[in-house]
């Protein structure tokens, strides 16, 4: 079964400086594509950033950037200089098979609070 | 990136009525859209996959008798709450995409009194 895990429930950061939200995920396909989401406070999901299971280079997107580990099976979101608007709620999402229709499941979320 | 619509955004409605949900496709022509259902301080779960022109498939644990979809047009696809109760408040965000990204709609929440 596949699964994706975020042990972040709430996290601090900062303005202007960079953090890390982790996400790890366990999958036996070898093709799989992984998603990160922003939901504010509206509701509303946000797509930050894309990495497919087969792309050797980290995805990137702005302040936004995806160290893709593949071994370790993490995907984890950096984001630089926070801004007080990065405040929200981030979910990890991994495609689910078959990938072409690109249904997702998702982790329980890390809310990160940005500090002035 | 693509713009998905929902209709309404929010709705109250009497335990035992039916409420529909709009999901449109507003700058790209969905042949799959996908149903989520999110409770407060919870993650996203898929409840359905809607298919242009066929059935929908429904993930494990949904009554398909209860959230009924329509998907009649490559831009719009519906979710029917039929007979609602309180146990089915919550927030309800369709997604789509052309491509990688899967962009989701502004939501819909329900509230059952």
């Not at chain 2, 259902?37 to 779960?45: D, V």
């Not at chain 2, 644990?61 to 959230?67: A, H, I, L, Q, T």
């Amino acid at each position: 079964a596949q699964k994706i895990t975020q042990t972040q429930p709430g996290m601090f950061v900062q303005e202007k400086e960079a953090v890390t939200l982790d996400c790890t995920y366990d999958t036996s396909d070898q093709s799989y594509g992984l998603f990160w989401y922003k939901q504010p406070s509206s509701g509303e999901m946000i797509f930050l950033i894309y990495q497919g299971s087969y792309d050797e280079q980290n995805a990137t997107e702005g302040r936004y950037s995806l160290n893709f580990q593949k071994a370790r099976k993490s995907a984890n979101l950096v984001i630089s200089a926070s801004q007080l608007g990065d405040s929200a709620m981030y979910f990890c999402a991994m495609s689910r098979p078959p990938h072409s229709s690109y249904k997702l499941i998702f982790g329980s979320g890390t809310r990160l609070l940005v500090r002035p | 990136g693509a713009v998905v619509s929902q209709h309404p955004s929010w709705v109250i409605c009497k335990s035992g009525t039916s409420v529909k949900i709009e999901c449109r496709s507003l700058d790209f022509q969905a042949t799959t859209m996908f149903w989520y259902r999110q409770f407060p301080k919870q993650s996203l779960m898929l409840m359905a996959t809607s298919n242009e022109g066929s059935k929908a498939t429904y993930e494990q644990g949904v009554e398909k008798d209860k959230f009924l979809i329509n998907h009649a047009s490559l831009t719009l696809s519906t979710l029917t709450v039929t007979s609602a109760h309180p146990e089915d408040s919550s927030f309800y965000i369709c997604s789509g995409g052309p491509g990688n990204e899967q962009f989701f709609g502004p939501g819909t929440r329900l509230t059952v009194l």
